[in-house]
């Protein structure tokens, strides 16, 4: 795409407020910024102290020697508050503290402490995604992130389908940099409906599946600002927006056009901050996706360019029990069974195996049994 000469059109404003701003160019923007900015400003190098030092007491208008009595009485030291022959352990707050953050940190572990609950596995999970990543360097300095890089939040929502949709909160949060293309981000997307089995195996239910969804039916495409990006990267996919772009032409809406999403990188596309856009895969499985901010590399990002796209948050998922023990998670899903105290009905793997078949594995009344893929197995 070619960029805007009038670089108002290249600085993101809200078209309506709190809410998503106008359309701009990606690459526009990223130059925008670059241009206004010194090479410091976005450099990834670490500046040496005395520097540091001078550059900040110049900004805030002190003296040197004001500068190291600020240091002095800011310095690590002055904020201990364990035994100088301990190592510092930062989850112990001294029994009667008198800084006020420290007051109010005791408080909060007085607290915790007459809870019973506590953090599960997949909160834990959560804020590790979340640190781990922080200020990260790869080993080789081919795999670093260059600077001046366009780093974008995307949000992927459910499917419309979902039955609590109306709760409206994002699957996933991915950041992507602007030289990733929309096939990348196509294949980063983790959709239950992605891993779905086919077929009734009711008669043999030891026979594996040769394929997933996801390996069968390829074709998928994104929409953005009037744009189908379709997948066309194996024999197999077929165009499936020419559909919606022919009933548009059919009732004289404005015309779509189409490009390959492996083919288009996120610096190429014209986008609204805040919109929501659509993703859809499986024929009918449609997600919004929302690019809910667009920034310059600074030097505390993750730097290792093979780590993106990069998952910084997965929603968790109550799991399906099963409808017998209701211990294990779901792994069949039965219809018109007899066996089954409602209709569909979901089963753990033994559970199903003991109602319906006998010692020698053969089938016992009449039924129809459906692999069954849990969407919260993923957390």
């Not at 994002?170 to 992605?194: F, K």
Request: charged fraction near 25%; charge should be negative; glycine fraction near 4%.
């Amino acid at each position: 795409m070619a960029t805007s000469t009038d670089t108002k059109t290249n600085i993101p404003d809200y078209e309506y407020l709190d809410v998503n701003t106008n359309i701009f160019h990606i690459d526009a923007f990223r130059s925008e910024w670059l241009n206004r900015l010194q090479p410091s400003d976005f450099s990834f190098q670490e500046e040496d102290q005395e520097t540091s030092d001078a550059h900040f007491a110049a900004e805030m208008g002190i003296s040197a020697e004001t500068m190291d009595e600020l240091k002095s009485a800011c310095s690590l030291d002055s904020l201990r508050c364990h035994p100088e022959d301990q190592p510092p352990d930062p989850e112990v707050v001294p029994p009667d503290p008198t800084l006020k953050t420290l007051v109010q940190r005791k408080k909060k572990q007085d607290h915790k402490a007459t809870l019973k609950s506590s953090k599960n596995r997949h909160d834990l999970y959560a804020d590790e995604l979340e640190r781990l990543t922080f200020g990260t360097r790869p080993e080789a300095v081919t795999d670093m992130i260059p600077e001046g890089e366009i780093i974008l939040t995307m949000n992927i929502y459910y499917p419309a389908t979902f039955e609590k949709f109306s709760h409206v909160r994002p699957h996933l949060t991915l950041l992507m940099t602007g030289s990733h293309t929309l096939a990348e981000l196509r294949d980063a997307i983790c959709c239950v409906s992605d891993l779905q089995v086919c077929g009734e195996f009711s008669n043999t239910p030891d026979m594996a599946p040769d394929f997933i969804s996801k390996d069968h039916f390829k074709s998928s495409f994104f929409y953005f600002e009037g744009v189908f990006y379709n997948d066309m990267r194996y024999p197999e996919c077929q165009d499936i927006s020419i559909t919606t772009i022919e009933w548009a032409r059919d009732r004289n809406f404005p015309p779509y056009t189409q490009a390959k999403m492996e083919d288009t990188r996120f610096v190429d596309l014209k986008v609204k901050v805040g919109f929501p856009y659509l993703y859809c895969h499986q024929g009918d499985c449609e997600h919004l996706v929302i690019i809910t901010d667009i920034r310059l590399t600074h030097k505390n990002d993750c730097l290792d360019k093979k780590l993106y796209p990069l998952l910084t948050h997965k929603h968790r998922v109550v799991t399906t029990k099963c409808a017998v023990c209701h211990i294990y998670i779901g792994r069949w899903l039965t219809t018109n069974d007899q066996f089954a105290p409602s209709n569909p009905c979901t089963f753990c793997e033994k559970c199903f195996r003991m109602l319906h078949y006998d010692t020698e594995g053969e089938k016992l009344g009449e039924f129809q049994a459906f692999p069954y893929v849990d969407r919260g197995a993923f957390n």
